[in-house]
């Protein structure tokens, strides 16, 4: 049995209670959970497994494995309380799906660029493209069009492309359907004000950092 993933039917849970699958050493199991591994270049969730620290969280396959201090007590079968850093996943998620819209409006507007990197913190978003000059050109309107589909405050759909191999993707209705696993917020209006910055990274690479302003 894989672990059953509470941060996709409902990404606003900060917590919830889960019993203890399987425990090797520091490393542990779920049957369920709300706290996201590092995939698809959007970092991990900080929180608590037990009242324990969370000091790692590694997807493999379909499970999620939770590293543990070693001095942890928890067991197979025991009850636990998960909770989780929920500022820093609520960053995350706005930010996230403002990297998911930039990237769209690059591909929209400037011919399908070939992204070659992405990466989602809390205090950051950053996506990389072969880029021939400067990126800063595309900034206006990235930001125009972005703020636009913002405010206009769209809803998003978010949901299994193929629930069995647990492929999920993202919706707006007249912008974009985009397969993506990550946690995603309800309606573009909760990004609130975004702000760009070039990174030049060389070798005909350009980097878009992309913050809350």
């Not at 591994?37 to 970092?43: E, L, P, T």
């Not at 193929?162 to 309800?186: L, N, S």
Request: net charge neutral.
């Amino acid at each position: 049995m894989t672990v059953k993933k509470l941060f996709w039917e409902d990404p606003y849970l900060s917590y919830t209670t889960a019993i203890v699958t399987s425990v090797v050493g520091q490393t542990i199991t779920l049957d369920q959970t709300i706290i996201y591994a590092f995939s698809g270049g959007q970092q991990s969730d900080s929180g608590k497994i037990g009242g324990f620290e969370l000091i790692d969280a590694k997807k493999e396959a379909l499970e999620i494995l939770y590293t543990l201090p070693e001095n942890h007590n928890l067991y197979k079968g025991q009850e636990v309380i998960v909770e989780i850093d929920w500022e820093k996943r609520y960053k995350i998620m706005k930010l996230h799906f403002a990297a998911e819209i930039i990237l769209e409006m690059m591909y929209q507007n400037y011919d399908q660029p070939e992204k070659i990197g992405a990466n989602i913190t809390s205090d950051k978003a950053r996506i990389d493209f072969y880029w021939n000059g400067n990126i800063t050109e595309t900034f206006s309107l990235l930001e125009t069009k972005a703020h636009n589909l913002i405010d206009a405050n769209k809803p998003i759909k978010s949901d299994f492309s193929d629930k069995e191999k647990q492929r999920r993707y993202w919706e707006i209705e007249g912008f974009g359907k985009v397969a993506c696993g990550g946690t995603h917020i309800k309606s573009t209006g909760e990004i609130g004000r975004i702000r760009l910055k070039r990174n030049n990274i060389g070798g005909g690479k350009e980097r878009i950092e992309i913050y809350l302003a």
